[in-house]
Each structure stands twice: as C-alpha cells, then as structure tokens.
C-alpha cells in the first residue's frame, strides 16, 4: 500500500482527481465510483476540469452499492446521487454509467448480473473508495468475508445511524444493500481509497497497519498488489508510522506516479 498524506481535504480531492484525470487521458477507461461524502470534492474537481476540456467519453463507469428497496429515481438511492453529483455533469456517453438495480426481484440475480456485466466490460481500471467508521468499504461491513462477491448485506446500525443525514427520517435508512464484495473489489487494477476527517482515523489505522482481518473489511485491501491510499492530515492522525510514509512518499521519484 502507499499511503500519501496530504495537508487537506481539498489537497486529497485534488490528488485524486489528479489519478482519475491520467487514468481517463490514458485511454478507454473503466472507473469504479463510490457515493457518500468522501469522493465529492474530487467529482467537483472534475467536474471543473471537464468544463475544461478534460472528457469522460471514452469511459465507463461501475458503482460499488446500492440501497435495496429505493427505486432508481429516489433522490437517495445511489443512482441518483451519482448522477446528480457527477454524472450529469461531465460527458459519459448514455448507458455508461451501471449500477445495482435495489428494487430487483431476484436480487441474487441482480447480484450475478452484475458481476457479469463488470467482467464483460474488461474489469475496473481504476476504483474510488470510502471508508466507512466500522472499516466497510463498498458495504462490506465488519466479517465480510474477504473473498466476497457482490450480494445483499445488512447494515449495521453504526453505518445507518452514520448515513442518517441523507434522510429525512433515520427510520427511513434502509437495512439492506447490494454490494460489490470484497474479492469483486480486489479484482480492480489500482484501488484509490481516501478519506478525512478525524471520524476515519481510527478506521483507517486498521485497515492500513492492522492486522488483514474481516472485523476491519478494509484491511482485505492490504492483499491488493496496487493500493494508494489518500488521507489528509486528520484521517491519518493514528497511523503510528505517518513519518516513514511521508519520507517515502517525499523521495518519490516524480516517474512513478501513483
Ligand atoms: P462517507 O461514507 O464518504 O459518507 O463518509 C464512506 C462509506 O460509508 O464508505
């Protein structure tokens, strides 16, 4: 894992756009997209370099999750909240941009589906991740197994008491997602997993220098051959080696790249 600690959230936002924006001029690209708050300033960063001629047209694009139960045209399901806070505002071509369908019959089916329809488009290139308080990423909560495909999990009460602010009602979080699994996650290229804020320090210290374990979903990513991790200052404030990774990551030579 590289672990790149940044002044700010702004400065995270940027470096990861930086990553989103190279994998993008590189050619016809397949990029993973996560919700919630921690990706937005980069989606507004490259929203801003699309009305600068940065172009999405020759990309793809998978979402990790989605809520079972919301319709795709609810203003919280994730859907909707991609379109609204990035897709509607560059230029992936129409039908580029996939998602679980939460309201499926067969949601197993769904499940399947999709993993089908990320392998028929060559695999992720690049995937965006958050990290939730309780270490999930995607929606792998605490003993997800490691090797998991996309399927239904429950919510633990900490994610949905965390992801309450969205609705108007806590009640109204429902209990149940689809989500990519951790083993469909690792099969990405190159995962970006960022996050701020003192809230996610602890999560990340585990999933970074903790032990690889299920109780912390995000340590499975330890297992990845090419993970970048990009917090800023607050996020990495338990991390007991943050001087060797700044060091490193300031002796980098500029070639490499993330
Ligand atoms: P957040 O959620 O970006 O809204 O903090 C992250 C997550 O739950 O994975």
């Known amino acids: 894992m590289e672990i790149v600690i940044l002044p700010t959230p702004a400065d995270v936002a940027r470096t ?5 924006e190279q994998q993008v001029r590189s ?3 397949v990029l993973g997209l996560a919700t919630g708050s921690t990706p ?5 960063e490259l929203t801003e370099r699309h009305r600068n001629g940065l172009s999405f ?3 793809q694009a998978f979402l990790l999750d989605e809520y079972v139960g919301l319709p795709s045209a609810h203003p919280q399901s994730y859907h909707s909240v991609i379109r609204e806070e990035f897709v509607d505002g560059v230029d992936f071509p129409a039908g580029a941009v996939h998602g679980l369908d939460g309201v499926a019959e067969d949601l197993e089916a769904e499940a399947a589906r999709y993993e089908a329809a990320i392998t028929a488009a060559g695999g992720v290139d690049l995937q965006i991740l958050g990290i939730g308080t309780d270490g999930h990423v995607g929606f792998n909560e605490p003993m997800s197994s490691l090797g998991s495909r996309t399927r239904i999990k ?3 009460q900490q994610t949905r008491r965390d992801n309450a602010r969205f609705f108007a009602d806590p009640a109204d979080v429902p209990d149940h997602v689809l989500t990519q699994g951790l083993g469909t996650i690792r099969e990405a290229r190159h995962l970006l997993l960022l996050a701020m804020g003192e809230a996610k320090a602890e999560a990340i210290a585990a999933a970074v220098e903790g032990p690889v374990a299920a109780a912390c979903p995000a340590s499975a ?3 990845h051959p090419h993970v970048t991790v990009l917090v800023d200052e607050a996020a990495a404030s338990r991390l007991a080696h943050r001087e060797y990774y700044q060091d490193t990551f300031g002796r980098k030579p500029a070639w490499q790249g993330l």
């Open 16 to 20: 990861a756009a930086d990553a989103i």
């Open 40 to 44: 937005l300033g980069t989606y507004q």
């Open 27 to 29: 050619g016809p690209s």
């Open 154 to 156: 429950t919510l633990t």
């Open 57 to 59: 047209a020759g990309a």
């Open 221 to 223: 990513l330890q297992l």
